[in-house]
């Protein structure tokens, strides 16, 4: 599926636990339904437990709750079971599950014909907007394959805000980049007896959501202490949900980040503006459960001084929930890659998965260190058959210290490293790639080849260390096939990418990340030393700090740390043949707002049930900040969908 059709919309959780109820029964999705093939219903276990599913029962928009015959009767944790409707299901219809002693675990409505061939949650299984599939053939499975290529306008609105404190008010949010009008639409609470009422009966601030902008109402059918509200658009289809426990919505239950993020309960409600996020978490639930910061700890070691962030910036209009699983592992030990020129134990930054091997995570650290990384008991550490303490890297000749900021793995299966300064001389900048062959052996590395592209930056040359440490942050790879199948123009001729007319560049580009600007610039790398430059791309964004191709996806991905709000933005080539942004995504919302300045996304091949790893590099190891468990730590592992 193409990146556009990623998008992460709440869903109705549960009711609080009644005595019958399961363990877990909150983590079951309504994930796929069809109302043709045998009316078949699927259902997807978000949590990390099984749950079972015996004594369940399903009702629609004219029958009563009514007994049905799963596939399994446990779902295990990130795993579907499916059933078919046993009194059918209509053309245009709703669909409710409820546990075996009552109680609402997850609801879905739909208009005329959008379950045909099925309706289906697209953007991640369990937490995605509802759509109408291409296909029916993923029942059982994870739904991308039958993903279209976009979602509508109206899936970027989510409910944002409720307060059940007697004004029983609702807040809406417009994350997309076009208004939404909401006229029409409709709101309903848990009570599966109550009507849908329309918003343009309940008081709404207006009748149309502006993109970035907000819109309340206040429910006529009132908003319990346990209880659900539930979106739809006027033709019926489920938009948003989100479900609280008792208190949580008193004084309100607010997502957190605005607009993006998982429920909270607030200190002081913000209604028609942007949430505060400053109350406890774990009052309602809303696109699924709260993620959680797992493992960390340790104590400092010496010459380890974590270094707080700096260049704190707003996230992007339109930027999109994280995609993946909520849960994020620290996944290193304490001040693990403290150096001889980087006593600090920080400035650990551009990652790569290799391609051919992804066991492997390469990790540059800032002063002149390259690292090979493998898994050990759920943490990357330095493969000791390689290095266990790192290799320094040095300037062709053997001379200088890099200021390593990224890395990629080329097609030729060698690492290349962008550097901004010569360390040693720190003033002047040194944007360069250079590549190391990584079965060189010995302790220091010097590059097979160097390219210097510093006098394409007079801007960085003003004397000034911190001007010149604004430079190549990130590096990718960019395999020929990939540029040429989607048609991309070369600058330089206006016509379509011939890669044979580059006889001495290897199979690929390289897309060098400018902190400076945000910008990227495409260089073919020559095996003769000289390179050619194809111009330079707008990515959208202040800075860029890492850069990554991912086949997955098929997206050049340039990511940004807290500089812009902790975002990711994946770039497609366009109908014009241009490299341009699709769509941007923050982090999952447990991780601080830190340098992170590595990315990478694990290939394909390594996918379970339906996700991959993610992982993150913090450039000045401080997490949450001193006593935290994630002070000290330079890694972050999360998931991101296949």
Same mark, same amino acid.
């Given at each position: 599926?193409?990146?556009?059709?990623?998008?992460?919309?709440?869903?109705?959780?549960?009711?609080?636990?009644?005595?019958?109820?399961?363990?877990?029964?909150?983590?079951?999705?309504? /994930?796929?339904?069809?109302?043709? %093939?045998?009316?078949?219903?699927?259902?997807?276990?978000?949590?990390?437990?099984?749950?079972?599913?015996?004594?369940?029962?399903?009702?629609?928009?004219?029958?009563?709750?009514?007994?049905?015959?799963?596939?399994?009767?446990?779902?295990?944790?990130?795993?579907?079971?499916?059933?078919?409707?046993?009194?059918?299901?209509?053309?245009?219809?709703?669909?409710?599950?409820?546990?075996?002693?009552?109680?609402?675990?997850?609801?879905?409505?739909?208009?005329?014909?959008?379950?045909?061939?099925?309706?289906?949650?697209?953007?991640?299984?369990?937490?995605?907007?509802?759509?109408?599939?291409?296909?029916?053939?993923?029942?059982?499975?994870?739904?991308?394959?039958?993903?279209?290529?976009?979602? +509508?306008?109206?899936?970027?609105?989510?409910?944002?805000?409720?307060?059940?404190? !007697?004004?029983?008010?609702?807040?809406?949010?417009?994350?997309?980049?076009?208004?939404?009008?909401?006229?029409?639409?409709?709101?309903?609470?848990?009570? =599966?007896?109550?009507?849908?009422?329309?918003?343009?009966?309940?008081?709404?601030?207006?009748?149309?959501?502006?993109?970035?902008?907000?819109?309340?109402?206040?429910?006529?059918?009132?908003?319990?202490?346990?209880?659900?509200?539930?979106?739809?658009? !006027?033709?019926?289809?489920?938009?948003?949900?989100?479900?609280?426990?008792?208190?949580?919505?008193?004084?309100?239950?607010?997502?957190?980040?605005?607009? =993006?993020?998982?429920?909270?309960?607030?200190?002081?409600? &913000?209604?028609?503006?942007?949430?505060?996020?400053?109350?406890?978490?774990?009052?309602?639930?809303?696109?699924?459960?709260?993620?959680?910061?797992?493992?960390?700890?340790? $104590?400092? &070691?010496?010459?380890?001084?974590?270094?707080?962030?700096?260049?704190?910036?707003?996230?992007?209009?339109? =930027?999109?929930?994280?995609?993946?699983?909520?849960?994020?592992?620290?996944?290193? /030990?304490?001040?693990?890659?403290?150096?001889?020129?980087?006593?600090?134990?920080?400035?650990?930054?551009?990652?790569?998965?290799?391609?051919? %091997?992804? $066991?492997?995570?390469?990790?540059?650290?800032?002063?002149?260190?390259?690292?090979?990384?493998?898994?050990?008991? !759920?943490?990357?550490?330095?493969?000791?058959?390689?290095?266990?303490? !790192?290799?320094?890297?040095?300037?062709?000749?053997?001379?200088?210290?890099?200021? $390593?900021?990224?890395?990629?793995?080329?097609?030729?299966?060698?690492?290349?490293?962008?550097?901004?300064?010569?360390?040693?001389?720190?003033?002047? +900048?040194?944007?360069?790639?250079?590549?190391?062959?990584?079965?060189?052996?010995?302790?220091?590395?010097?590059?097979?080849?160097?390219?210097?592209?510093?006098?394409?930056?007079?801007?960085?040359?003003?004397?000034?260390?911190?001007?010149?440490?604004?430079?190549?942050?990130?590096?990718?790879?960019?395999?020929? &096939?990939?540029?040429?199948?989607?048609?991309?123009?070369?600058?330089?001729?206006? #016509? #379509?990418? /011939? +890669?044979? /007319?580059?006889?001495?560049?290897?199979?690929?580009?390289?897309?060098?990340?400018?902190?400076?600007?945000?910008?990227?610039?495409?260089?073919?790398?020559?095996?003769?030393?000289?390179?050619?430059?194809?111009?330079?791309?707008?990515?959208?964004?202040?800075?860029?700090?890492?850069?990554?191709?991912?086949?997955?996806?098929?997206?050049?991905?340039?990511?940004?740390?807290?500089?812009?709000?902790?975002?990711? &933005?994946?770039?497609?080539?366009?109908?014009?043949?241009?490299?341009?942004?699709?769509?941007?995504?923050?982090?999952?919302?447990?991780? +601080?707002?830190?340098?992170?300045?590595?990315?990478?996304?694990?290939? =394909?091949?390594?996918?379970? $049930?339906?996700?991959?790893?993610?992982?993150?590099?913090?450039?000045?190891?401080?997490?949450?900040?001193?006593?935290?468990?994630?002070?000290?730590?330079?890694?972050?592992?999360?998931?991101?969908?296949?």
């Amino acid at each position: 599926m193409t990146l556009s059709g990623l998008l992460v919309t709440g869903m109705l959780a549960a009711q609080p636990a009644a005595a019958a109820d399961p363990a877990g029964y909150q983590n079951v999705r309504i /994930n796929e339904v069809t109302s043709s %093939n045998n009316d078949t219903v699927e259902l997807y276990n978000s949590g990390s437990a099984s749950v079972s599913v015996s004594g369940w029962k399903m009702s629609d928009d004219s029958f009563s709750p009514q007994s049905f015959s799963p596939s399994s009767t446990t779902i295990p944790a990130g795993g579907f079971v499916t059933f078919n409707s046993p009194k059918g299901l209509g053309d245009a219809d709703k669909l409710v599950i409820y546990t075996s002693g009552g109680t609402v675990v997850d609801r879905v409505d739909w208009a005329t014909d959008k379950a045909k061939p099925a309706m289906a949650r697209c953007g991640g299984d369990g937490t995605g907007a509802w759509v109408t599939a291409t296909t029916a053939s993923s029942f059982g499975a994870a739904n991308a394959s039958g993903c279209p290529t976009s979602v +509508p306008a109206a899936s970027r609105v989510r409910i944002n805000e409720v307060t059940s404190d !007697g004004s029983d008010t609702v807040e809406l949010y417009n994350g997309g980049t076009s208004a939404v009008s909401v006229g029409t639409w409709k709101y309903v609470d848990a009570d =599966t007896s109550h009507s849908a009422v329309t918003l343009s009966s309940s008081s709404p601030s207006a009748s149309s959501i502006p993109a970035g902008g907000y819109v309340t109402f206040n429910s006529t059918i009132g908003l319990g202490d346990n209880d659900s509200a539930v979106l739809v658009d !006027g033709s019926g289809n489920t938009i948003d949900s989100v479900t609280w426990t008792a208190g949580a919505a008193k004084p309100s239950d607010e997502r957190c980040a605005n607009g =993006t993020g998982w429920f909270q309960t607030a200190t002081t409600a &913000t209604l028609g503006s942007a949430n505060s996020c400053t109350g406890s978490t774990g009052g309602g639930t809303g696109g699924g459960q709260t993620g959680q910061l797992l493992g960390g700890g340790g $104590s400092l &070691t010496s010459g380890c001084a974590p270094e707080a962030p700096s260049g704190t910036g707003s996230t992007p209009t339109g =930027t999109l929930a994280w995609p993946g699983g909520l849960d994020v592992t620290i996944a290193d /030990n304490v001040c693990a890659f403290t150096t001889s020129t980087g006593p600090e134990g920080r400035d650990l930054s551009g990652l790569a998965f290799d391609p051919a %091997n992804p $066991s492997v995570l390469w990790a540059a650290k800032n002063k002149n260190w390259l690292y090979k990384l493998v898994k050990s008991n !759920g943490k990357w550490i330095p493969d000791a058959t390689w290095s266990a303490t !790192g290799k320094q890297i040095r300037f062709a000749g053997g001379s200088g210290e890099p200021d $390593s900021e990224g890395l990629t793995v080329g097609g030729n299966g060698h690492v290349y490293v962008t550097s901004e300064r010569d360390n040693s001389d720190n003033t002047k +900048p040194k944007d360069t790639i250079l590549e190391f062959d990584p079965a060189a052996t010995g302790s220091t590395l010097t590059p097979v080849h160097q390219w210097d592209m510093t006098s394409q930056f007079p801007q960085l040359d003003t004397g000034d260390k911190d001007d010149a440490n604004l430079g190549f942050e990130g590096v990718g790879y960019v395999p020929d &096939t990939w540029l040429t199948a989607n048609g991309w123009v070369n600058p330089l001729t206006g #016509a #379509a990418y /011939n +890669p044979t /007319n580059y006889p001495l560049h290897g199979s690929g580009l390289f897309f060098a990340g400018l902190e400076w600007d945000g910008s990227l610039h495409v260089y073919g790398l020559n095996s003769d030393g000289t390179f050619t430059t194809f111009g330079t791309i707008a990515t959208g964004k202040a800075s860029v700090m890492d850069v990554t191709f991912d086949a997955g996806t098929q997206r050049l991905v340039a990511t940004c740390d807290n500089t812009c709000g902790e975002t990711h &933005t994946f770039m497609k080539v366009n109908a014009s043949g241009a490299i341009v942004p699709d769509v941007t995504y923050g982090n999952p919302a447990v991780m +601080p707002a830190d340098n992170l300045e590595g990315f990478a996304i694990a290939p =394909t091949s390594t996918c379970v $049930s339906g996700f991959r790893e993610a992982v993150w590099s913090d450039d000045g190891v401080y997490g949450f900040g001193s006593g935290s468990s994630s002070y000290g730590h330079a890694l972050y592992s999360g998931t991101f969908p296949c």
